[in-house]
């Protein structure tokens, strides 16, 4: 029989915990609360949880503070983690993206909002998953779980990636980006190409571009490489992107 999906819900908002939980729990999944990061932090170290919903105004431990934590234990780096906040100005929904947040919803939410994007991420996850199990068996794969362009390293298993010796913390769409390009590095790959990995989606050109843009330019900054250097990522305009590579 196969486990139940487990989300781990953090706010300190005892009607919050209750709704949210009960909408989640009407849909299948098994649910677990925390009252602050301290708590989480506990849950997480004594059972397996499948994706992370938590605020950021807490007291004892915030969401930002719980997210740096979750992030820097490998075992917990593949665990999807959506900010579900009150604070809905732009600055606070783009510096929650920024650190690498898988999603950042914004209080109230209808249900059906919320579902989608559990849904969603789930999906992700266990695609991500799959693919890195298909690598396990053979020496040969074990290796390629690693992939390197210039000073880019990539861990494929856990999701980490590195530019020279600082760790880049990427969000799971900029982090299938990036996997995606080094994959194919040297190569253009078209924006549908690419969105199907990020999104999904089967769509044209024209969406595909225009979801990916913002993607792509924040990625680029976090990479930090200059226009031309091994790593960076090129557009060859009006057929795609691709990683350069030395020549």
Do not use: C
Not at 82 to 98: N, P, Q, W
Not at 123 to 129: I, S
Not at 233 to 247: C, F, K, S, T
């Amino acid at each position: 029989m196969q486990s139940p999906v487990t989300i781990l819900i953090v706010d300190d908002e005892p009607d919050l915990l209750d709704n949210i939980g009960l909408a989640l729990e009407v849909e299948g999944y098994q649910v677990v609360t925390a009252s602050d990061g301290i708590e989480a932090l506990k849950v997480l170290q004594s059972q397996p949880v499948h994706l992370i919903l938590a605020d950021i105004a807490m007291p004892n431990m915030n969401g930002y503070q719980l997210f740096e934590r979750v992030r820097k234990n490998p075992a917990w780096v593949p665990i999807p983690f959506i900010f579900l906040s009150a604070r809905t100005m732009d600055s606070d929904v783009r510096y929650g993206k920024e650190l690498g947040a898988d999603d950042y919803l914004t209080k109230p939410i209808r249900a059906a909002d919320l579902l989608a994007a559990v849904r969603g991420k789930l999906r992700r996850a266990e695609q991500l998953a799959q693919s890195a199990g298909q690598s396990a068996p053979g020496a040969a794969a074990r290796h390629n779980r690693f992939l390197s362009v210039g000073r880019l390293r990539i861990d494929v298993g856990q999701h980490r990636v590195w530019r020279g010796d600082d760790e880049i913390r990427l969000s799971a769409k900029e982090f299938v980006l990036l996997e995606t390009l080094a994959r194919q590095a040297g190569v253009v790959i078209s924006p549908q190409e690419m969105v199907k990995a990020t999104h999904n989606l089967t769509t044209d050109h024209i969406e595909a571009g225009s979801l990916l843009r913002p993607i792509i330019l924040s990625l680029r900054r976090k990479l930090g490489l200059s226009t031309g250097e091994v790593g960076s990522i090129e557009n060859v305009r009006g057929v795609g992107y691709r990683l350069v590579v030395p020549d």
